[in-house]
């Protein structure tokens, strides 16, 4: 059953994928984000789409900006969650390693999700300080890509301009979000991972597909 507050019941029994009013929220935002524009989604279109009052959404969200920032965060949360996973991986990654598994992942997330959330923050209107957290989270994450990228190029000796490429490349997928479901998509975020490489100088990023396999899998479990 859905997880409602009490005082608060639903217009309709639950339609949106989620185990708590606060999910359902999300989903229907993330769908009207994308798809009607955050400029023209209101909250009473929100709470329409879940079937809760509107007054039940402030509940959860105090302004629509709130939501958006919720919905971003997924974006980068779950892929921040796992550098300290990679960093005590066993035996230890090599900088080259640690970026492919790192790209790998981050480009599984930004694809699997049921609605385009990446791209949501590409809109110019959206980039201004009522996003701040998110893009704190963002920085942190790009940060990160530029510290392996700057170790890999101090031995492959590319131009440090290239240093910034690899997290432009994974960010990219956003624009490829809408290829149909196959195996063409699932390769996806291994081939932009291989391109993240090979930009820094790597030449043969195939070498690095086990270790990527095997440390996903450790820390997936």
């Not at 005082?7 to 999910?23: E, I, K, S």
């Not at 970026?99 to 385009?116: C, E, I, M, T």
């Not at 993240?196 to 479990?221: F, Q, S, W």
């Amino acid at each position: 059953m859905p997880l409602t507050r009490a005082g608060r019941p639903r217009l309709q029994a639950q339609r949106r994928p989620g185990v708590t009013a606060r999910d359902e929220i999300l989903d229907a935002a993330g769908e009207l984000f994308t798809t009607q524009g955050y400029a023209g989604t209101s909250t009473r279109h929100i709470a329409e789409a879940v079937g809760i009052r509107q007054a039940s959404l402030y509940h959860y969200f105090k302004t629509k900006d709130d939501i958006l920032c919720a919905l971003l965060s997924q974006t980068v949360s779950p892929t921040l969650s796992i550098i300290p996973l990679l960093r005590e991986a066993e035996p230890a990654m090599t900088d080259a390693q640690h970026l492919h598994a790192l790209a790998v992942f981050d480009g599984r997330q930004l694809l699997s999700g049921r609605w385009n959330l990446g791209a949501l923050y590409l809109l110019p209107e959206l980039r201004d300080a009522r996003l701040e957290p998110f893009y704190s989270e963002r920085e942190r994450l790009r940060l990160h890509y530029l510290e392996l990228s700057m170790a890999i190029l101090a031995d492959t000796g590319v131009d440090p301009a290239a240093a910034d490429l690899p997290f432009r490349l994974v960010e990219s997928l956003t624009n490829m979000w809408s290829t149909p479901e196959g195996p063409d998509r699932l390769r996806l975020p291994g081939q932009v991972a291989d391109a993240c490489l090979r930009v820094l100088g790597v030449t043969d990023p195939a070498v690095l597909h086990d270790r990527t396999r095997e440390a996903l899998t450790a820390a997936n479990r």
